[in-house]
């Protein structure tokens, strides 16, 4: 077994202050293997991945490569070492272009020092290529969507040729058409003989890409296997230590509009209407570029739009993001980093960012924010740790969090759960429907056909910006949605 594998993480320890987040792991690494990493939020996946990749160092244990013993105490050695990875929360600087990112720290020179612009662009553009998402080599990176920034993070491992490629939850961001660009890719380079660690919460991807699989629960390997070994029911119970159950729930909407939408166009939404019922969940579902995010956005105040919109049938101004959460819409956004958390404040000031004017103690906004992060079931040792001590799952229920902080009537998410557990995902369905069930109205937009049909009591389709399509739940099954979300052959010659 050793003979297969290029890397061997032994007897791994980490700890955070008080907190064990690694506890005598062993993680072997596959040679020209994809090796699946996965578990819960907070299971240590990317603090077991940090250490490989030299950005931390582990209390304990000991790496070799290629059965030689090698230390990793910077990103420069994971480096010379081969290791490349894509961290899970993007690293770009948004103040550089696609190939200066690329590029940035391992520049091409020519001559005595000058930076060699030309050669930087031809390989950028050359693995953007590769990667199928052709993009300018000068384009600023701030100007992108998530899931081509997450590309060009993609493009700046393979660029550097590392051996062993490190990707932590890569397709959070990324279309379905985008993730099996990604996955061909793979294929090629496990055929050079490279080896991926792959980390992902999307359970049929992994049973779909994997080669091996290794299970940590709460800093510890609880499970390692090859994939003819393993399937979905494998993986929940070792990551969880439960068998999964499916919740479902009545719809509880009284029969009362909360939200009513007429006639909304914003540039890429056309003449969009809906009618949202008080208690009720209904999810928009639609391609990359079909308008999810931004009707979502002209809802929340945050894009300019025409046509009307109705709270509890009282016409409504959405002029601005304070305007509507006044009103009572609130939006948790599909980028926790660019539009969300502020990195700087801790777990608790994060979510009292979302307090408002009646909160009238300090101590009332702290007791509120306990009890939002009880009833969410936010893993957090202590609130007043920074909000970037939490795991990617955990983050995204501090964002969630915040919005409840605003006491909506009406309650927007774009990808309600991206970078989730399957234990947590269920965690935020329950919270939802609980909300639902008191009253609030939630329209969710999500590119997860699974999570759709999971969660909704209705759903919308939208297709090149308007609404296409509408199913009952029991009528959404993955073929009709992915039929009513489909180009038609007439849309596409277009
Ligand atoms: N810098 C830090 N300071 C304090 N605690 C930390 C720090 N980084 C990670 N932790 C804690 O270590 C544990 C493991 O976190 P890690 O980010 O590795 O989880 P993960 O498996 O990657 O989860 P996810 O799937 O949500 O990304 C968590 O409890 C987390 O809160
Ligand atoms: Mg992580």
Redesign the pocket.
């Known amino acids: 077994m050793s003979d297969d594998c290029v890397l061997v993480a032994s007897g791994i320890r ?1 700890r ?2 008080g ?4 506890d005598d792991v062993t993680f072997r690494v596959i040679r020209g293997a994809v090796n699946v ?1 996965i ?12 250490i490989l990749a030299g950005v ?1 160092e582990a209390d304990a244990g000991e790496l070799r490569l290629n059965g030689e013993a090698v230390e990793i105490r910077s990103p420069r050695d994971a480096a010379r070492c081969g290791i490349g990875i894509v961290h ?1 929360e993007l690293a770009l600087l948004p103040n550089l272009d696609v190939a200066e990112n690329i590029f940035a720290g391992r520049e091409l020179v020519r001559g005595v020092g000058w930076i060699d612009r030309p050669r930087e662009d031809a390989r950028s553009v050359e693995a953007l290529t590769h990667l199928r998402n052709p993009m300018r080599a000068a384009t600023p990176v701030a100007e992108l969507p998530l899931g081509r920034r997450q590309i060009v993070e993609i493009a700046r491992t393979i660029a550097h040729g590392a051996g062993i490629l490190i990707l ?2 890569p397709t959070s961001a990324l279309s379905s058409a985008e993730t099996d660009a990604l996955f061909a890719v793979m294929g090629e380079l496990k055929l050079k003989g490279c080896t991926v660690i792959y ?1 992902s ?1 999307r359970l049929h991807e992994l049973l779909h890409v994997g080669d091996y699989f290794t299970v ?1 629960r709460g ?1 510890r390997v609880v499970g390692e296997a090859a994939r003819a070994e393993v399937d979905r029911g494998w993986i929940v119970e070792r990551m969880s230590g439960r068998v999964e159950s499916d919740s479902r729930r009545e719809c509880s909407t009284d029969g009362a509009e909360a939200l009513g939408v007429a006639g909304l166009s914003n540039g890429v939404v056309d003449d969009a209407s809906l009618s949202l019922g008080r208690g009720e969940i209904v999810g928009v579902y639609g391609l990359l570029g079909s308008g999810r995010t931004e009707l979502l956005e002209s809802l929340a105040g945050a894009r300019e739009f025409r046509g009307e919109v109705r709270l509890r049938g009282e016409p409504v101004q959405l002029d601005s993001v304070r305007s509507a959460v006044d009103a009572g819409i609130v939006l948790v956004p599909e980028d926790r980093q660019r539009d969300g958390l502020v990195p700087e404040l801790s777990i608790r000031e994060n979510v009292a960012l979302g307090a408002r004017g009646w909160l009238t103690s300090k101590a009332a906004e702290t007791a509120r924010v306990r009890e939002l992060a009880a009833q969410l079931n936010l ?3 202590n609130l007043e ?2 909000v ?9 229920k501090v964002l969630l969090a915040r919005c409840l902080m605003t006491s909506p009537k009406v309650l927007l998410l774009d990808e309600p759960t991206r ?3 399957v234990g ?1 995902k269920a965690e935020i369905y329950e919270a939802l429907r609980r909300l639902a069930a008191g009253g609030l109205a939630i329209l969710f937009a999500s590119s997860e056909i699974e999570e759709t049909r999971t969660l909704a009591d209705r759903v919308l389709v939208l297709r090149q910006g308007r609404i296409g399509a509408e199913f009952a739940r029991e009528d959404a099954t993955d073929e009709a949605l992915f039929a009513a979300a489909s180009p038609t052959v007439v849309e596409r010659a277009l």
């Open positions: 980490k955070y202050g907190q064990t987040a690694l990493l578990g819960e939020n907070g299971a240590g996946k990317s603090t077991l991945m940090r931390e899970q932590d939850e980390i919460h940590l800093g893993r957090a040792v740790l920074p970037t001590t939490l795991s990617g799952g955990n983050q995204q970078g989730v557990d947590a």
